[in-house]
T-cell receptor
Framework: GQSLEQPSEVTAVEGAIVQINCTYQTSGFYGLSWYQQHDGGAPTFLSYNALDGLEETGRFSSFLSRSDSYGYLLLQELQMKDSASYFCAVLANAGGTSYGKLTFGQGTILTVHP | AAGVIQSPRHLIKEKRETATLKCYPI?????VYWYQQGPGQDPQFLISFYEKMQSDKGSIPDRFSAQQFSDYHSELNMSSLELGDSALYFC???????????FGSGTRLTVV
């Protein structure tokens, strides 16, 4: 099976930079995804890393090290609206499914203060 | 652009009743996934379908069943409902990998 670990809570102020780490154990690894979820809303896709290195998308960047089974999500120039839960999710081979299965971590609650 | 449509958005049922949740994937997406998310929890994988065949099964109770129909929509049937089944149920569809893995807005099921 798969297991993921990420911090339960992170607090920061507007304009700051925050990094949310994720370590995982899995077989049949395809890649690591990050999702944002506001209270009661659907998980929203942020990024996906299949290869080692940094992927940048606007204020958000995501990093993966396959050899270390480790990744992180970097959020820059934090805004109040970034307050949400952030989930790392491993995409791994699921047998008959062509595109793999997502297994989520426990989620990190990010609170951004003025 | 069309998104994943789930219905109903909210559902209230009594213990031991039956509920049916529906999911309409993005057109031309051939894979559908169901997730259950309890309060303060991460989404837990229940079951998936690829080209209308069950492709993987997660922590889905025997009281639950699901299928994908010829038009690719999927239904999650939940019987003998328990209080612990109260959760958000998300459907996601995919056609090409993780950045095509799109979640619906979810169905909030409350069992009273």
């Amino acid at each position: 099976g798969q297991s993921l670990e990420q911090p339960s809570e992170v607090t920061a102020v507007e304009g700051a930079i925050v990094q949310i780490n994720c370590t995982y154990q899995t077989s049949g690894f395809y890649g690591l995804s990050w999702y944002q979820q506001h209270d009661g809303g659907a998980p929203t896709f942020l990024s996906y890393n299949a290869l080692d290195g940094l992927e940048e998308t606007g204020r958000f960047s995501s990093f993966l090290s396959r050899s270390d089974s480790y990744g992180y999500l970097l959020l820059q120039e934090l805004q109040m609206k970034d307050s949400a839960s952030y989930f790392c999710a491993v995409l791994a081979n699921a047998g008959g499914t062509s595109y793999g299965k997502l297994t989520f971590g426990q989620g990190t609650i990010l609170t951004v203060h003025p | 652009a069309a998104g994943v449509i789930q219905s109903p958005r909210h559902l209230i049922k009594e213990k031991r009743e039956t509920a049916t949740l529906k999911c309409y994937p993005i057109p031309r997406h051939d894979t559908v996934y169901w997730y259950q998310q309890g309060p303060g929890q991460d989404p837990q994988f229940l079951i998936s379908f690829y080209e209308k065949m069950q492709s993987d099964k997660g922590s889905i109770p025997d009281r639950f069943s699901a299928q994908q129909f010829s038009d690719y929509h999927s239904e999650l049937n939940m019987s003998s409902l328990e209080l612990g089944d109260s959760a958000l149920y998300f459907c996601a569809s995919s056609s090409q990998g993780p950045d095509g893995y799109t979640f619906g807005s979810g169905t909030r099921l409350t069992v009273v």
